[in-house]
């Protein structure tokens, strides 16, 4: 179990590794921002002023070590377009982006799941044909699309909720539902097609045999052991949410991380796009670890696949 | 003096104590520290931002040059001089007067009595030389260069000196949107709390005083009650909502009142909704850029060819499409609302005159134009040129090209710019003409970089700037927009218009009262926007 540990903790690393790489590398293909950061007039000995500033004129491999060497020191840097400290401003966001999470978490919990259930139990029925339309609307409706509705009807014509922004519990709503939206059909569909092969195996069939009743074999031997991808599925969803809702954040002008990234992107802010993607990445990849270690705890074979 | 007189003097005057008592009621509707008697200063004010709010268009002394501070120095900081409403760049702010030299080298400023700094500091000649000689700014190098000394005077009183004669000073130090370093910023607590410090808690002596800061999402701010002008509203909030959709559905919510950066096809929903007011505030100009026309190999190199584009392009249907028919067709590249800029009458549209040229030119068939590569993100604008370019045989394919891209390539120079291409420019610059001239058309320029090089027109700007004599100066400056005009050189396509609304609280009986000022497209003086009653 040891070695399995420290097995999977060199693959995060190595993963880590390959992934602050990848980021640093693409954002700088993406051009200098020294000619956004300095003034439309600005002359060549300004651009240059600013590049020595921020360190970019320095060889791209110096560059590399010294953001490796900051971050093992807890120190993503300083945002170009804030002029403050990326993890400040990451940590500042990540109590919003948290919260329309869990919220978008929670509704995607409350639709998928007992819809794939219905759709698994009443499988090529009215229910499952109902489901598998959730399923393919939410999974190819565009969230931005989803959200401009969602505001037309809700903000504009009926004028329940606030359009946009983050005062109370009201203006959660709407885009919790349409970022929960999309991670519903996906927990519809993997709900459904994990219930379908748990009630085909034996010991459901042995169940059923041994004369228990419908709601019993589905709810307790069924549901229950079908349940464990969906967890897992939910946990990762619930990273990327945290991390990656930029379009709905940007469409409700929520200030979450998945904004605070769109702007870096926007603003060609290097040390900001870097910082985000690799705490992000740390983590998916944490989360991933954690379960991993779990899965072999629980399971033992595990442990033996290389 | 008769009885008759005596009752009647008797009848007006005032006793000892009615006088103390009248001269202290009057104190009492007075505000401390000289600021205006102002009305009732209540309600709140929301605009809806158009991108991410950058903390550093908080701090004057990091100014990049653009327009967009201006909307957040107008609330919270001020300046010596600065554009206000129709006036260019010398509107009266911190300074109550100030005179230029004759010779152009030097300028004082008399600082208004009692103003003051947000935490309640007086503004001092001390905070205005610190605030201009620790400029680091857009333009600060020019600064720099000219200035000999800032000499206070008195208490009240600042001088500057330059080592040669600066007659661009006032109009650069005035044009909030070309620079910062007019911008007064309280010396102490700068250098107490530092650039980063002053960034996330900044000071100012503006009509509005910061009250929370959510970098990048809400900028709280509330009236500052010694302002020397009177402040109507007393909490306004700025909110960045990037999602134009978003920010129109606040506005017909309510959730604002001013909204900035309306795309064309969301402007039918303000100009059908009674309770909006839609504020189409020109802007900024566009124009295409016939790279190598100096190279006689250039198709471009034909005067009669560049004629030809020029008439073969549809403005008016640009500008219908790009800006609901509220942008301008006519006129120069050159916006002409800066010193200097040439007024030019509308350039035609006439496919026959210019299929003609085509052919007298020797391209009876046009040719072919590798790319027409339009200014991000405005690539619609690019596809109707590549459009209208058809009709003459000229055939061109349109180059998509992120903004940092764009401009890293434009600033590189010619050579990034092989075979046949055409640059479809965008840009409003503030001041004066030379700014447009030396940052687009000068040879070596920021933007111009080798791509134009004539060196008798930019000679002409060497005698403009060298001369201190205002009417040889005008005639410089025409004479060399006119022959860019008269030749070609440049081909203007129109004048965007920055779309704005304006909601239902705000008391206003045309958008000009709420943006009433032809230097910035943002709404502007924020102490005098109203709410209705």
Redesign the interface.
Known sequence: MRQFIIRRTCYSLITLLILSLTIFTVVRL????A?????????A??LARVRSQWGLDRPWPVQYAQFVQNILAGNLGISF????PVSE?YF?RLPNSLQLALAATTLSFLIGIPAGLLSAVRVDGAWDQVGKVIALLGLSVPG?WLG?VL??IF??WL?WL????KNDWHNIVMPALALGWYFAASLLRLTRSSMLEVMRSEYIKLARLKGLPGYVVIAKHGFKNALVPVLTLAGVNLVVMVNAAVVIE????W?GIG??L??GI???DFPLVQGVVVLAGIMIVLVNLVIDILYAFIDPRIRLTR | MGAEGRRLRNSIALTRREMLAAGVAMMAQLPAGGAATAGATTGSMTLAWHTAMAPRWLDPQDHDGTATPDNFLTALHDALIKNFGTELYDHRSLAERYEFDKDGKSATFWLRDGIQFHNGDPVTPEDVKFSYESYRGALASTFKAKTEAVDIVDRRTIRFRFKEPFLDFLLLLGSGNVTGAGWVVPAKYYQQVGPDGFKRKPIGAGPYKLAAIEPGVKIQFEAFENYYRPVQIKNFTMVAVPEAATRLAMLERGEADIIYGLPGELVDRVKNNPKLMLAPVLSGSFWLELVGFQDPKSPFHDKRVRQAISLAINRAAINDAESAGLGRVSGNWINDDVQFGLPWPELEFNLEKARALMREAGHPNGFTVDWLTPLAPFYSRGERVVAQLQAIGIRAKLQVMERGVFLQRIQAGIRQWPGVQIIMHGARIGGTWANWYESFFKCGGFNAVDRVCLPELDAKLDRYKSSIDPAPRKELAEEVQRAIMDNCYLVPVFRHAFMNAIGPRIAAHKWQDVFPTITTGYAYPWEDIKLKE
């Open positions: 993406t051009g200098d921002p000619t956004l950061m300095a003034e439309p007039g600005a002359r000995e300004d377009n804030y002029r403050m401003l500042e931005f401009l505001i037309l903000s504009v004028e606030p359009t946009g922004g940007v469409v409700f002008a200030p904004r605070l769109y702007e926007f603003q060609r």
